[in-house]
């Protein structure tokens, strides 16, 4: 099976794995947002307190570096309003990393944009609906569509998307925007642009927001939907499994996340605080945490249905899903369709 946005081969992931090293690490710059997104895994911030300093984020990153990383993933909070953003970029191009910053598009201006080009920064934009109704729900945020649509506008002005610029739209499966998913697929990918479809993590916000949830069954259905269009119009292959359309999360082998306040984390899912690195370095952290060795060695630990599905040997699931509703990292995915427990195989 070809996974066409598949970053790291296996053959380098399982170096890495043997090796205790990354390939790459989420970070966390700010938790400032100025969305309130209903399906967001941060609970509304305004302020923050205790947030890294621009050193402590600098260090950390060069920990990562020392362990392998050659990828940052920049989250948010909003990436763009950070005030200091062009230097922690022009931080990490120093550095030779690739950089991928997801953005609800608000800082994007024509002149930042044309800096993010010249600066090859992946970028991930998210968008939910075209429906301006409906992306405003979603994000919480009246304007919010129009926004985006701004921020897509220059970033096609400075380039975006090329051989050079990568450019995605990030889109979170949910009831309202469900219908139209497989036109929007149809869209993003005729503009040469990467489509980011994910099921939600049900944590958060969007344990608050039930309107949110789709069936496991209707998740399948659209990822069957979504696997025919890219056979059949753009020629590519994939099998259909959540929790990543046309991907597989195995982000635990070779990432981390750190947070805004320091906290090690295995993802913005599976929120167990490893340490923090204002304690201890991310290698002794990473190195001694019985929850990344357990998520290294799924073959091993995984539980139910997970560990004994037809995908078992390349895939696990969401661990984000399974930790937010049962408790237990290591659990079976709630929210797959293969999960009998949801009538699925």
């Keep these: ?81 950070y005030p200091h953003i062009e230097e922690m970029i022009r931080f990490l191009v120093e550095q030779e990393f690739e950089i991928e910053m997801f953005s609800n598009g608000t800082g994007i201006s024509a002149d930042f ?19 301006p109704e409906v992306q405003d729900r979603v994000a919480g945020r009246k304007g919010a569509y129009d926004i985006i649509q701004k921020a897509l506008a220059a970033l096609q002005g400075a380039g975006y998307p090329s051989d050079e610029l990568f450019l995605a739209l990030s889109t979170v499966i949910c009831q309202p925007n469900l219908n139209e998913l497989p036109d929007m697929w149809t869209w993003i990918r005729e503009q040469g642009i990467e489509p980011y479809f994910e099921v939600i993590t049900p944590q958060a916000n969007a344990l608050d927001n039930i309107w949110l949830s789709v069936d496991s069954n209707k998740l399948k259905e659209l990822f069957t939907a979504l696997a025919r269009i890219d056979r059949e119009k753009f020629g590519r292959e994939w099998d259909p499994q959540p929790p990543l359309v046309g991907n597989r999360c195995m982000r635990h082998q070779v990432s981390c996340l750190v947070t805004a306040t320091g906290e090690v984390t295995p993802c913005v899912g599976v929120t167990i605080a490893l340490d923090n690195i204002r304690n201890n370095s991310l290698a002794h952290i990473l190195k001694n945490s019985e929850v990344v060795n357990n998520l290294k060695n799924f073959r091993q630990t995984i539980k139910g249905e997970c560990r004994e599905c037809e995908k078992a040997e390349e895939c696990y699931g969401c661990r984000g899903a399974a930790y937010q509703l049962t408790g237990d990292y290591l659990a079976s995915d709630p929210t797959c369709w293969r999960n009998t427990k949801n009538g699925g195989k």
């Design 1 to 81: 099976m070809q996974l066409y946005n598949l970053e790291f081969t296996e053959d380098e992931i399982q170096k890495a794995v043997a090796a205790n090293r990354l390939l790459s690490m989420e970070i966390e710059f700010s938790r400032i947002c100025n969305f309130r997104c209903s399906y967001c895994y941060v609970p509304e911030k305004k302020e923050c307190r205790g947030e890294l300093s621009r050193d402590e984020i600098k260090d950390v990153i060069l920990q990562a570096k020392a362990l392998g990383a050659g990828k940052i993933i920049i989250l948010g909070g909003e990436p763009t309003i």
């Design 113 to 131: 944009a044309e800096f993010l080009a010249g600066n090859h920064v992946r970028v991930v934009l998210k968008l939910n609906s075209m429906d």
